[in-house]
């Protein structure tokens, strides 16, 4: 959140080229898909906590050098950063996976919810981060949050530590289909079209709008506002997806949130239908 909140910003500033603003999150979202295999093989060979302890590593180190480049002014050494904080969002995406793994066959719907929850959180505390700190190192705007940022991923590194995980079994391991068995099945094809287009729409909405908000003269901490109440919305109905899931099944589900998301542009209908589509 924090990432999304300022990154456009950041890079803006320190672009050679205005065009190039949102190269940051551009960098910081291929990252993420870049490292979501790797963190999956870690997290097989070595079980998961080694994975969440080497996303949280990124995570710090995200703060670290974003803080580092604001400082010295370096447009790339910004998007350098980016790469770490994709990588420790794709190991928080995996989050939810490992609940199910903990979680019997039934409850496992509610698990995925209950942490796909925990972004309502985020989504508060991301934003009042940034207001709370983004002036606190004058005259480098947002240095002093991404250190806060970084502060934030080394207390989770710690909870994390004390999470007892399962370690998948020598047949677990040796049963699981290769990718290119999974990958032709319709199924899968279309779980990654519902993914495209959901994640496309949230990237376009949490990339440009923060910019743009400041570009029209609104100050940051309004920024940080409608980035807080957009992220709220597409992570308060986890509360209660996961028994829609149970009752209606995914696809049902999956066909709601695209329906949601197509919605507004043609009827007009209220923000808030099109950013709960996120989270369904």
Do not use: K
């Amino acid at each position: 959140m924090v990432i999304y909140a300022t990154g456009a910003i950041v890079g803006n500033t320190l672009a050679p080229d205005p065009a190039l603003a949102t190269l940051p999150i551009s960098i910081f979202v291929v990252g993420m898909a870049l490292c979501t295999l790797p963190a999956g093989a870690i997290a097989r060979r070595h079980g998961r906590r080694a994975a969440f302890m080497a996303g949280t590593g990124c995570g710090v180190l995200v703060g670290l050098l974003s803080a580092l480049g604001v400082v010295l002014g370096s447009f790339w050494l910004f998007c350098a950063a980016m790469i770490f904080g994709g990588a420790y969002a794709a190991v928080v995406l995996s989050f939810r996976f490992a609940a199910a793994d903990c979680a019997p066959p039934e409850r496992r719907p509610r698990a995925m919810s209950a942490v796909m929850a925990g972004g309502v959180f985020a989504g508060v505390i991301g934003p009042q981060l940034v207001i709370h700190t983004m002036t606190l190192w004058p005259p480098h705007l947002f240095a002093a949050t991404y250190l806060a940022q970084a502060a934030v991923a080394a207390v989770s590194a710690l909870v994390l530590v004390g999470v007892q995980l399962p370690m998948s079994s020598a047949a677990e391991v040796a049963g699981g289909r290769p990718l290119g068995a999974i990958a032709p099945q319709p199924c899968f094809i279309t779980a990654v079209i519902c993914g495209l287009v959901s994640y496309l729409l949230m990237n376009f909405l949490m990339t440009a709008a923060p910019l743009a908000m400041r570009l029209c003269g609104l100050p940051q901490e309004t920024a940080n506002l409608g980035l807080q109440w957009h992220v709220i919305a597409m992570y308060a109905p986890s509360f209660f997806t996961g028994r829609l899931i149970t009752r209606f099944g995914a696809p049902r589900m999956a066909t709601a949130g695209l329906a949601l998301i197509a919605a507004p542009r043609r009827s007009g209908w209220p923000g808030w239908m099109w950013r709960i589509s996120g989270s369904a």
